[in-house]
């Protein structure tokens, strides 16, 4: 297909795909969204209104009328010097739909200049039908952190399976320094011209087509660590990327000992207690139900891992990036020798999996497999493996790249043709108003579809 023709099948089929969802999905959900009527009281947790939330102390959340947006009232929330507290405001709907996206937005602003010694937070939690939330509580967070005067913040979230209710939350909290890097645990957070969207509630599900497996085939990018890896933090699919908390931890790459080429991936961490250093690569569209086996060779630095522990695990995602079955579920600790060994595990995907991390990694939260609490050692890593299939319509129809692994990475080339043409609107494939990498996956999911 020339370029031309690509870029004008992606406009079409982009800006048709985005219609049809405004129109499935433009439905609102809430009420009393510029908080005009009254709220709950504080442990109130009636369905269908704005319930309030806050710590003991100087916390409170409630209604005020000092800058309004919309109306007379707007919401608020502050804390005014309590460290390692919280407070907030959280609206709940019953009777949604699993599968189906929902969308939460709002307008805020700070009192002041910022939001000072405390940091603004939203998300939304799904709960199943016994009131109990799906995954971590905390998963879906953004952060909210405003000027004094009204932004708008948004974001949109695909129901779990399993899913029976939904809570739109917006909240301060303490926990850290602030926004303004203080430690004053004081500042207060206003909202208005609230929105909670989505298909009409009682909507019945549809159900999924079970994804197509391809080949199984390889699916680790750079196994041997001969090319760049991403910084610390970094969380880029389709390459390793480094992750430590600081201090005398790392994650890097090493030529002391390599097993393969020239270089290695070296986890480290040297007298630091209750610390952690590994590497973690994400592999998107996988398949639910399918083996996908995780292997690698490692050895200790010196004699054994002395003060430090090792270990490693398969995670698997969801489309909104969540944990399937906890984080941990799949970890399992190792102890190598000075010699290179292979670790291997083979896990099966759970229904609804859109990702895998493979991560490895060292911790000192014990004593360590010399049995001391010396908090010293390394981890050498080389030839890396991830086996197994992507759907079947990615593999043969997604890799915009051609690397032979369709991941978040084909991204790229979808803005760059659709950018190069001016038609950078028609890039935010999931209608959620940002153009990122969650975009990829309704680009595959069009492209699988022609």
Not at 412 to 417: C, Q, S
Request: aromatic share 8%.
């Amino acid at each position: 297909m020339k370029l031309g023709n690509l870029v004008k099948s992606f406009t079409v089929v982009t800006a048709t795909l985005c219609a049809s969802l405004a129109n499935a999905q433009n439905v609102e959900l809430a009420t009393n969204l510029s908080f005009e009527d009254p709220i709950g009281v504080e442990g109130d947790i009636a369905s269908d209104q704005w319930n309030p939330f806050f710590a003991a102390g100087a916390a409170g959340a409630g209604t005020g009328t000092t800058a309004p947006l919309d109306g007379a009232v707007h919401a608020e929330m502050r804390i005014a010097g309590d460290a390692d507290s919280f407070a907030g405001l959280q609206y709940q709907i019953d009777a949604i739909t699993e599968g189906e996206s929902y969308t939460f937005s709002f307008s805020a602003r700070s009192e002041g200049p910022t939001l000072g010694g405390v940091e603004g937070e939203f998300r939304f939690e799904f709960l199943d039908a016994n009131g109990d939330i799906i995954g971590d509580q905390f998963a879906l967070n953004q952060p909210v952190s405003p000027a004094d005067t009204y932004e708008v913040f948004t974001q949109t979230r695909v129901a779990p399976i399993g899913t029976a209710s939904l809570r739109a939350v917006v909240a301060v909290q303490s926990f850290g320094v602030g926004v303004d890097g203080s430690d004053s645990d004081t500042g207060a957070l206003f909202v208005d011209s609230a929105s909670i969207q989505g298909p009409p509630i009682g909507t019945p599900p549809t159900p999924p087509e079970p994804p197509t497996p391809g080949p199984v085939m390889e699916l680790v990018s750079n196994p041997s660590f001969e090319d760049p890896i991403g910084a610390s933090g970094e969380t880029t699919p389709g390459q390793w990327n480094p992750f430590d908390n600081g201090g005398n931890t790392s994650g890097t790459t090493g030529t002391t000992a390599p097993l393969t080429g020239s270089s290695h991936g070296v986890a480290s961490i040297l007298g630091d207690e209750n610390s952690f250093a590994g590497f973690v690569q994400q592999v998107d569209n996988i398949v639910p139900g399918e083996d996908y086996t995780f292997s690698f060779n490692a050895r200790s630095e010196g004699a054994n891992l002395a003060g430090i522990d090792a270990e490693f695990r398969i995670e698997f995602l969801d489309i909104n990036g969540t944990f399937l079955g906890g984080q941990f579920t799949n970890n399992v600790d190792f102890d190598p020798t000075d010699t290179y060994g292979l670790v291997t595990q083979t896990r099966t995907a759970p229904a609804t999996t859109v990702s895998l991390r493979a991560v490895i990694a060292v911790q000192s939260f014990g004593a360590g497999d010399d049995g001391s609490n010396s908090n010293t050692g390394a981890l050498f890593i080389d030839d890396t493996s991830i086996v197994g299939s992507l759907v079947a319509s990615d593999v043969l129809k997604g890799d915009v790249d051609l690397n032979g692994v369709v991941n978040f990475l084909d991204i790229n080339p979808f803005i760059a043709v659709l950018s190069t043409n001016g038609s950078q609107a028609e890039a935010d494939a999931n209608c959620d108003g940002v153009v990122n990498f969650l975009d990829i996956q309704a680009f595959i999911n069009i492209l699988s579809s022609q």
